[in-house]
């Protein structure tokens, strides 16, 4: 593409890279032909086609198109990912090979590049919703999965294991029926052994998916076209089993009703309904 590409009002394609950052955005490149990168420790390595690369210009880590290499680049709002700033600093540089969790955000991409020729607006822009959980999912991965080189060869399988376990739940978070045994029946796993994969992360698969959940949620009743959701649909539609339980749980997870947080985002920054 020569020009920039708005998806929605959260993610645009763009042409390349720019040389010149803002930091309320972060650069996703999704590469498509074998394509050079500048990682996190300033080496340099090459992308095979799906894999993707986090890029910031502001810290001059960008991907990079050789004379063959091709790559589509997403530009997304940071604000819309529901992500701490301090935790995607952390994810820029990295590349990510297309495989696993990685290959699942990289077809999605694929499909949303596809979906923005097409003159369906109210299908890209549901289709960008989705990404940016799954872009937040993939950020959420890489701070807690070890580096190759640091995994102890014992628990390699475990670690990609546990990559596709979460992968597979992020795609059904919405479905009310996710429980441990579907989950490890889907594996072809014990749910014992599912539970020893999550304990060794430092939680549970309950609190794991219940997490997941309430950050949709959170950034569901935080974008612009949904501030007259209601919260019992926002409820049923991820999964929660009452309107009551949600409140009560997102209550617990971030010190308010899930009616005041809309509120407060409703009002926007700097409000006075917004600071209370």
């Not at 950052?21 to 996703?28: A, N």
């Not at 979460?166 to 045994?181: D, F, V």
């Not at 794991?208 to 612009?224: A, H, I, N, Y």
Request: charged fraction near 25%; hydrophobic fraction near 40%; glycine fraction near 8%.
């Amino acid at each position: 593409m020569t020009e920039s590409t708005p998806l929605s009002g959260c993610i645009t394609i763009v042409p390349a890279v720019p040389h010149r950052g803002d930091d309320g955005f972060l650069y996703l490149a999704r590469i498509d032909r074998p394509s050079r990168t500048i990682t996190r420790d300033g080496t340099e390595v090459t992308l095979l086609p799906k894999g993707l690369v986090f890029c910031d210009p502001a810290r001059r880590r960008l991907a990079q198109a050789g004379d063959d290499g091709r790559m589509t680049v997403f530009r997304i709002a940071r604000r819309h990912l529901g992500v701490p700033d301090p935790d995607l600093d952390r994810v820029v540089g990295a590349s990510v090979p297309g495989r696993g969790l990685g290959a699942l955000v990289s077809d999605f991409l694929a499909a949303l590049a596809t979906e923005a020729r097409s003159p369906r607006p109210l299908i890209g822009d549901r289709l960008a919703r989705g990404a940016l959980d799954l872009v937040a999912a993939l950020v959420m991965d890489l701070l807690q999965t070890p580096a190759p080189q640091e995994a102890e060869p014992g628990r390699r399988a475990d670690t990609e294991m546990l990559t596709r376990i979460r992968a597979y739940i992020e795609a059904r978070l919405r479905e009310p029926g996710l429980s441990p045994g579907s989950i490890a029946l889907a594996h072809h796993i014990s749910v014992r052994y599912l539970h020893k994969l999550f304990q060794s992360d430092g939680t549970t698969v309950g609190r794991w998916v219940r997490q997941r959940r309430l950050d949709s949620c959170r950034r569901e009743l935080s974008r612009t076209p949904n501030r007259r959701i209601t919260v019992a649909a926002v409820a049923n539609c991820w999964g929660f089993s009452s309107p009551a339980h949600f409140s009560r749980t997102f209550r617990e997870a971030y010190g308010m009703t899930p009616s005041q947080w809309q509120a407060r985002a409703a009002a926007g920054p700097g409000t006075p309904a917004a600071l209370r």
